[in-house]
């Protein structure tokens, strides 16, 4: 990554259209960041995305500096293409990647989830680098509207090297997070969809049951009671749902065992509500008051 | 509500501090409003709190006029007693209240739930005027040190006068609160109760046991990994523990009543989940999203 490189980004949404404004304002602290910063700010950056409207405004952003709508020219001559699609559009997309990118080019995805996709691209062409990657940030808000130059900025940033990977690709890979000012942490897939799993995709799962939970019931003076309790709890309903359905199926398995292992938290709960056990009920809700209160985000 | 009044608050923590401060700096617009505002800045504020430091800190602020640690010389001469301790303290302090405050007084409360403290306002004496209040606001950081004036602008204010309460009296009430820049609504207890279970202590409950399962499976790296999602969905763990455990036990039917309709909900959830139900899976996300993203806070 020493002399100036091509970045092809497959898809404008929240997470690619951040990624080319972060690439674009890149602010770093540290030498490795500085060096990162130096090639990446001589970077030519290719924007592939399916809609004109937001080939569009990424171009008249100066997020990015060439714009197509075809993905095998997008990425024919880049050095590094990042699929930021939803995760199944990334299983789409990967074999056609794997026809058109040049050899030795880094494949990074920004999907949310890392065993399937990873799995697939252990199918990519020898020549190619591929590494899973996924930025531990985000909005309920989707599209390159939404994008943000600082949405990485100090954020985890999971990278996951298959076997086959070069060092110098995941070096590669890693000198990108930094340049967007994330935290680049390397994991293999299963660890990073378990522990995804639980901080990410479980809080969506809850924060759905709960808003269907009070619409079922049809009560407009609930609604207009709601405070900023029911609003943070709930926030995480509004999430863009293919994106979530994506998501939730990639990672089943997972999502399952963690859905599971909370029905089990809220059931104690309840038990010892129903039974007007104070004692337990206060152990449980102390526990989870002094964890809560002890993390730092 | 013509002629300047002394108010006693009892609890100085978040609500009752709160509740002082405000009513020292409303600024309003309404007629209504300015009414209120002219006589409650001619009012006489007494603090009443157990604890020595709360009363030096309110005294300090100049929230309260006077304080004291006695709750019957507190309430003794005033106009308005506003009882701002946990649910159950109130369901304790609310017969020394009935013996030594003065006849023709309002009786206002600030607990989270309704039904029984009303029931409990019930067996005042005849000559005191009881209403039932429940600012919906708050914060998961307790005491005098998190106290606001801001911090019922704008909220409902839930008023729950008894049969016996003299329209004066709910009148009163009303002023204060519009004093404070909330908004009065005027509830039977349990409808207020049901609605309260549902927006504010299932969303308690399910973020306690959110945040017990995670750390059920002490898992360092998921909690490195977590990000604004788990932030906001579980931020509710935090609250006080005792006051959440007032509400839970003093609402326990309620509560119980939608810890039902929301497991029902999330095991619709893993149901489409496992079966691989993209459609079903499809319709509660999409039905979840709409109801949030309509939502105003």
Redesign the interface.
């Known amino acids: 990554m020493t002399a100036p490189i091509t970045i092809c980004i497959v898809g404008l949404g929240l997470m690619g259209g951040s990624l080319a404004l972060a690439l674009r304002q890149a602010s770093v602290t540290t030498a490795q960041q500085d060096a990162a910063r130096i090639t990446l700010h001589a970077s030519r950056i290719t924007g592939v995305s399916r809609r004109a409207e937001t080939l569009a405004a990424a171009l008249a952003s100066g997020a990015v500096d060439a714009v197509t709508s075809d993905l095998a020219a997008g990425v024919a001559d880049a050095d590094v293409v990042v699929l930021a699609t939803p995760g199944r559009t990334i299983l789409r997309q990967l074999p056609q990647v794997g026809r058109h990118a040049k050899t030795g080019a880094l494949i990074l995805d920004l999907g949310s989830t890392k065993a399937e996709i990873c799995a697939a691209m252990a199918d990519l062409p020898a020549g190619l680098q591929p590494v899973g990657g996924h930025p ?4 309920e808000i989707a599209g390159f509207a939404a994008a943000e130059a600082g949405l990485f900025r100090d ?2 940033f ?1 990278l996951c090297p298959l076997p086959r990977t070069a060092a110098a690709a995941l070096e590669q890979a890693r000198l990108l997070a930094c340049a967007v000012g994330a935290r680049p ?1 390397v ?1 293999d897939p299963a ?1 990073h969809d ?3 799993a ?3 995709h ?16 049809d ?1 407009p ?21 293919e994106m ?2 994506d998501i ?2 990639t990672n ?1 398995e997972a ?2 065992d ?10 104690a ?2 038990a010892a ?2 039974a ?1 056990d ?1 004692d337990a ?2 152990s ?6 002094a ?3 002890g ?1 730092k ?1």
């Not at 531990?136 to 909005?139: A, E, F, L, R």
């Not at 479980?202 to 019931?217: F, G, K, Q």
């Open positions: 531990m940030c985000g909005k954020r985890p999971v942490i994991l660890t378990r522990a995804a639980a901080i990410s479980l809080p969506y799962a809850v924060s759905v049951a709960l808003v269907n939970a009070v619409a079922a019931a009560d003076l609930a609604w207009s009671l709601a405070a900023s309790g029911f609003r943070d709890t709930s926030r995480l309903a509004a999430s863009d749902v979530m359905l939730l199926l089943r999502v399952l963690w859905l599971d292992a909370f029905a089990g938290q809220l059931a709960l309840r509500l129903s007007h104070e009920l206060r449980q809700l102390t526990a989870a008051q964890r809560r209160t993390m985000f």
